[in-house]
């Protein structure tokens, strides 16, 4: 592709200049995710717009070790080998600085950089671990780079409670207010979420459809067949459940169960998810026994390759985190009786897969004369690998011989059909920061509900003293023969995915 059609841009909008700020700057986030995301957005002609960005970093490293670095991802996130010219354009916008410490001292350079671009608007993102966050918040309003047009980006995890959440929320209010402040999730931005809106709500036929009178059970499942790599010491902090459920998740479950927003504009559509997540049943000591498992892998083989278990993954023998775990949840208003969302998640499972699953309810009367079971409709959301939707319902099979029948999908498949180049999530996201627009990201009365609910799973966990059942890598996970009959129903519904 010439550097003449590049710059042939299809997006009219124009945003203001920018600095964008990364703290965490060398890390591997940064390097796989957030720069790729900047950098694709700029070739695809979305920046039309001066901006800078500036690495911070706590180390001193070798700028030509961090640059290579760069150029290295760079090019992996493209299949474009004609790509040279774009990437050294890019790279005279980056800008390497290394801050020890979070103070007005350490921020010395950063500060007189920014100061140099009076009329850029300042974009922190927090690519640290959470408790960093309080510092570098406190050290740039001391520096005086919190203006009323900045706006601060927060990773995961935000805390690994509600009060250390609280916590880390005053931390960086003490410097921004809520309507500077983006925590973001990636899952919100991936391109099969975002149509998920435009299916329920722009779609007659499937918003009179859904509801409690018609949807019998609704899946969502996150699958990985990776172990935990090189996140050992985090993940063994948080497990399963504070990992994935209590973000990604849950999030999800929200843009299934909410009601419509009145318009699009970032409240309405967050009012209605901190609707469902204060409406979600809270377990007690009992039902936290029978509507949820949990579990750990053990040695496996996993695509034909023998591998450790987690204990000896993280070199950690008497570690009691999850690395499995499945909920049968229930939202309880009017939409929702009694309907049950299974989700669930873990590691070094059979396949790498996310999806979301909406079962419709039988027919009411069943006119064929074949005893053959009429197979209910399904909806999938396919979120990964591939982005598709499929709509699964009852198709007679050509011939003659009466009426015989099978289940055929309806697909939508993403690749397929709209055959540009696909944004990654943190494209989106990171443009949605530029332009000022917080409908993808969590505001913290969501934050502090989802952490509500996520508390009355641990807290009766340990009153319960509910264990870890193993599982062998490689598998979909705890099994029926080691699980006892009242909690059949998770492997029954993975079984049915």
Same mark, same amino acid.
């Given at each position: 592709?010439?550097?003449?059609?590049?710059?042939?841009?299809?997006?009219?909008?124009?945003?203001?200049?920018?600095?964008?700020?990364?703290?965490?700057?060398?890390?591997?986030?940064?390097?796989?995710?957030?720069?790729?995301?900047?950098?694709?957005?700029?070739?695809?002609?979305?920046?039309?717009?001066?901006?800078?960005?500036?690495?911070?970093?706590?180390?001193?490293?070798?700028?030509?070790?961090?640059?290579?670095?760069?150029?290295?991802?760079?090019?992996?996130?493209?299949?474009?080998?004609?790509?040279?010219?774009?990437?050294?354009?890019?790279?005279?916008?980056?800008?390497?600085?290394?801050?020890?410490?979070?103070?007005?001292?350490?921020?010395?350079?950063?500060?007189?950089?920014?100061?140099?671009?009076?009329?850029?608007?300042?974009?922190?993102?927090?690519?640290?671990?959470?408790?960093?966050?309080?510092?570098?918040?406190?050290?740039?309003?001391?520096?005086?780079?919190?203006?009323?047009?900045?706006?601060?980006?927060?990773?995961?995890?935000?805390?690994?409670?509600?009060? @250390?959440?609280?916590?880390? !929320?005053?931390? $960086? *209010?003490?410097?921004?207010?809520?309507?500077?402040?983006? =925590?973001?999730?990636? /899952?919100?931005?991936?391109?099969?979420?975002?149509?998920?809106?435009?299916?329920?709500?722009?779609?007659?036929?499937?918003?009179?459809?859904?509801? @409690?009178?018609?949807?019998? !059970?609704?899946? $969502? *499942?996150?699958?990985?067949?990776?172990?935990?790599?090189? =996140?050992?010491?985090? /993940?063994?902090?948080?497990?399963?459940?504070?990992?994935?459920?209590?973000?990604?998740?849950?999030?999800?479950?929200?843009?299934?169960?909410?009601?419509?927003?009145?318009?699009?504009?970032?409240?309405?559509?967050?009012?209605?998810?901190?609707?469902?997540?204060?409406?979600?049943?809270?377990?007690?000591?009992?039902?936290?026994?029978?509507?949820?498992?949990?579990?750990?892998?053990?040695?496996?083989?996993?695509?034909?390759?023998?591998v450790q278990s987690y204990l000896e993954d993280i070199k950690k023998f008497n570690s009691k985190t999850e690395t499995f775990v499945a909920i049968k949840a229930y939202v309880d208003n009017w939409r929702w009786k009694e309907v049950p969302f299974y989700l669930r998640t873990g590691k070094r499972m059979l396949k790498r897969y996310s999806e979301i699953v909406i079962n419709f309810k039988e027919v009411?009367?069943?006119?064929?004369?074949?005893?053959?079971?009429?197979?209910?409709?399904?909806?999938?959301?396919?979120?990964?690998?591939?982005?598709?939707?499929?709509?699964?319902?009852?198709?007679?099979?050509?011939?003659?011989g009466g009426y015989r029948y099978k289940p055929i999908a309806l697909k939508l498949d993403f690749l397929d059909s709209f055959k540009e180049r696909f944004p990654e999530a943190y494209e989106r996201l990171i443009i949605d920061v530029i332009r000022g627009n917080q409908t993808l990201f969590m505001r913290q009365d969501e934050l502090e509900a989802a952490w509500t609910w996520i508390e009355s799973i641990?807290?009766?966990?340990?009153?319960?003293?509910?264990?870890?059942?193993?599982?062998?890598?490689?598998?979909?996970?705890?099994?029926?023969?080691?699980?006892?009959?009242?909690?059949?129903?998770?492997?029954?519904?993975?079984?049915?995915?």
């Open positions: 592709m010439s550097n003449n059609s590049r710059k042939k841009s299809k997006h009219s909008e124009v945003f203001e200049p920018f600095n964008l700020v990364v703290f965490g700057g060398d890390g591997d986030l940064a390097l796989r995710k957030i720069y790729p995301a900047l950098f694709h957005r700029q070739i695809d002609g979305q920046l039309l717009c001066d901006y800078n960005v500036i690495a911070i970093t706590r180390k001193n490293p070798s700028e030509t070790t961090f640059y290579s670095e760069l150029v290295r991802f760079l090019k992996e996130s493209t299949e474009d080998s004609e790509i040279d010219f774009e990437i050294d354009e890019f790279i005279k916008k980056v800008k390497l600085i290394s801050a020890p410490e979070a103070s007005v001292e350490g921020y010395f350079e950063l500060s007189a950089f920014l100061n140099s671009f009076p009329n850029f608007q300042n974009i922190y993102y927090f690519s640290t671990p959470s408790s960093a966050f309080g510092p570098i918040a406190q050290a740039l309003k001391s520096s005086g780079l919190v203006k009323k047009s900045s706006k601060v980006v927060l990773e995961k995890p935000l805390g690994y409670s509600l009060e @250390s959440s609280k916590s880390i !929320n005053e931390d $960086i *209010t003490k410097a921004f207010n809520e309507k500077q402040i983006y =925590r973001i999730d990636h /899952y919100l931005g991936k391109e099969t979420v975002q149509n998920l809106m435009v299916l329920r709500f722009a779609n007659n036929l499937f918003e009179r459809a859904w509801d @409690s009178e018609h949807i019998d !059970n609704i899946q $969502i *499942t996150v699958s990985e067949s990776l172990g935990v790599e090189k =996140r050992a010491a985090y /993940y063994d902090n948080s497990g399963a459940l504070l990992d994935m459920v209590q973000n990604h998740l849950l999030q999800l479950l929200c843009l299934v169960a909410m009601e419509p927003p009145h318009t699009l504009e970032a409240d309405e559509v967050r009012n209605e998810k901190l609707k469902v997540l204060r409406s979600m049943r809270l377990f007690t000591k009992k039902s936290v026994l029978t509507d949820t498992v949990k579990g750990q892998y053990s040695r496996g083989i996993v695509k034909g390759v023998e009411r009367h069943n006119i064929f004369p074949s005893k053959e079971k009429l197979n209910n409709n399904k909806l999938i959301i396919r979120l990964q690998p591939e982005e598709r939707i499929e709509l699964v319902q009852m198709t007679k099979i050509p011939g003659p641990t807290s009766n966990w340990k009153a319960a003293g509910m264990n870890n059942i193993l599982y062998e890598a490689g598998t979909w996970g705890p099994g029926d023969d080691i699980m006892d009959e009242e909690s059949t129903w998770i492997t029954k519904t993975w079984k049915e995915s």
